[in-house]
């Protein structure tokens, strides 16, 4: 069992940045992979990015290269999304998500256990 609490959300305007935090309790932190993921109002939760245990290697949907960053502390069993050069279309409630047996970072279905969410707003 995993559990993840994210925090760190809230109004920004565009150009803006925040960084999401999702505390992890339960299961080894270093022993899965770790993801974010986003679902704005009437559109299907997306991937936004994923890192693997070690935090060494990282994946980022198309949308958000360059402006957002995932990173992992190991020793404070924590997973971090900083977002940079926010857009309005960045508004949506983001998850942080624990995959643990394999499969595709980018996949939903691949990721076992979900936090509860954090809304993040952007005004233009």
């Known amino acids: 069992q995993v559990q993840l609490v994210e925090s760190g959300g809230g109004l920004v305007q565009a150009g803006g940045s925040l960084r999401l935090s999702c505390a992890t309790s339960?299961?080894?932190?270093?022993?899965?992979?770790t993801g974010w993921f986003r679902q704005a109002p009437g559109k299907e939760r997306e991937f936004v990015a994923a890192a693997a245990w070690s935090g060494g290697s990282t994946l980022y949907a198309d949308s958000v290269k360059g402006r957002f960053t995932i990173s992992r502390d190991n020793a404070e069993n924590t997973v971090f999304l900083r977002m940079n050069s926010l857009k309005p279309e960045d508004t949506a409630v983001y998850y942080c998500?624990?995959?643990?047996?394999?499969?595709?970072?980018?996949?939903?279905?691949?990721?076992?256990?979900w936090g509860q969410g954090t809304q993040v707003t952007v005004s233009s």
């Open positions: 339960g299961r080894t932190f270093s022993s899965y992979a």
């Open positions: 998500a624990a995959r643990l047996y394999g499969g595709n970072f980018y996949y939903i279905r691949d990721y076992d256990y």
